[in-house]
């Protein structure tokens, strides 16, 4: 139990356009779902926290414009890089926590790698 | 400022045993958590602790010290596929997940 899946698991786009990446939280229901971003040898850092029916409590330095999180249903939440530049080229992976099995604990996916040309 | 430091790079031989030491100053204590990486992959849930003292599953081992505001993670019986990076965790008052910034364990044949 507990999965969270990730979709694409790999993009590659054109500088300008925008990304969407799905999380999916398969067999539990995630009140909350947490976005991360990881540069290459670099620890994870938290973009954006994303609770289901209301806005995403976003980290300092990362821009809510650009960055879109919709978190609609209790087992999806979305991010969409908008406008994307080669420098947001990274790994964004997605967490969520299950409710019923404690309030610490996150379940990963298993990432999506951007890369914008 | 909340902070967590562990080393940033280890290197071990297989068949051993490796320490992996982890401090945290943070706004409140509500658990820590062990992650191993592997490069290019997603976070992989390892150990929990929450009360002081040592949480053993397997081959890993997880021990706490609330008071001291120090962790380990000891690794035995160690083997190549073990060589990722692992990652200390802690939940803040607020239930918020705070990061360090990873060990990288290598391990040689």
């Known amino acids: 139990g507990a999965v969270v899946s990730q979709h694409p698991s790999r993009v590659i786009c054109k500088s300008g356009t925008s990304v969407k990446i799905e999380c999916r939280s398969l067999?539990?229901?995630?009140?909350?779902m947490f976005w991360y971003r990881q540069f290459p040898k670099q620890s994870l850092m938290l973009m954006a926290t994303s609770n289901e029916g209301s806005k995403a409590t976003y980290e300092q330095g990362v821009e809510k414009d650009k960055f879109l999180i919709n978190h609609a249903s209790l087992t999806l939440s979305t991010l969409t890089v908008t406008s994307a530049h080669p420098e947001d080229s990274s790994f964004y992976i997605c967490?969520?926590?299950?409710?019923?099995?404690?309030?610490?604990?996150?379940?990963f996916g298993p990432g999506t790698r951007l890369t914008v040309l | 400022g909340q902070n967590i430091d562990q080393p940033t790079e280890m290197t071990a031989t297989e068949g051993a045993i490796v320490q992996i030491n982890c401090t945290y100053q943070?706004?409140?204590?509500?658990?820590l958590f062990w992650y191993q990486q592997h490069a290019g992959e997603a976070p992989t849930f390892l150990s929990y602790n929450v009360l002081d003292g040592l949480e053993e599953k397997g081959r890993f081992s997880s021990f706490l010290s609330r008071s001291k505001g120090y962790s380990y993670l000891l690794l035995k019986e160690l083997q190549m596929k073990d060589s990722a990076s692992y990652l200390c965790a802690v939940t803040d008052s607020n239930y918020q997940l705070i990061w360090g910034a990873g060990t990288k364990l290598i391990i040689k044949p």
């Open positions: 943070t706004s409140g204590f509500n658990g």
């Open positions: 967490s969520a926590r299950d409710a019923e099995r404690g309030y610490n604990e996150q379940f």
């Open positions: 067999d539990f229901q995630a009140t909350t």
